[in-house]
Nanobody
C-alpha cells in the first residue's frame, strides 16, 4: 500500500503563495493518477485538482482555476500544488490522494476514484 505524506501547509496572508508537496512511497508512483482535495471546518470534502500519471492531463475546481497549478516529478515520487493569490476561503486541510489501480491517461475528480490518502496539511489564509 502506497503511503502519502503532505507538507508545506502553514499560515499565510491573503494574496500570498504556498507550494504543497506530497511524497509517495514505493516504486510505482509514476503509474498513479493523483489528486488534491481539501476540507474546511464545517464543510464537505471537496475536489481541488488532479493530474494523470504522466502529468500531461490536469483538472481544476472552478474555485481555484487560474490560481493553483498541479504538477508532479515522477523521478522524485512527489506531487505538488502551487497555490497563488490565496484567499481566506482557501483555508482548509489539504489532502493528496492516489489512484493505484490501472494505468490511464485520465484524471479523476471524485474522492471515490482514489484508494490511498495522506494525512493532510493545514493551510490557513488570513485576511
Amino acid at each position: 500500500q502506497v503511503q502519502l505524506v503532505e507538507s508545506g501547509g502553514r499560515l499565510v496572508q491573503a494574496g500570498g503563495s504556498l507550494r504543497l508537496s506530497c511524497a509517495a512511497s514505493g516504486r510505482s508512483f509514476s503509474t498513479y493518477a493523483m489528486g488534491w482535495f481539501r476540507q474546511a471546518p464545517g464543510k464537505e470534502h471537496e475536489f481541488v485538482s488532479a493530474i494523470n500519471w504522466s502529468g500531461g492531463g490536469t483538472s481544476y475546481a472552478d474555485s481555484v482555476k487560474g490560481r493553483f497549478t498541479v504538477s508532479r516529478d515522477n523521478a522524485k515520487n512527489t506531487l505538488y500544488l502551487q497555490m497563488n493569490s490565496l484567499k481566506p476561503e482557501d483555508t482548509a486541510v489539504y489532502y493528496c490522494a492516489a489512484r493505484t489501480t490501472g494505468i490511464s491517461g485520465s484524471v479523476y475528480v471524485r474522492g471515490t476514484d482514489y484508494d490511498a490518502w495522506g494525512q493532510g496539511t493545514q493551510v490557513t489564509v488570513s485576511s
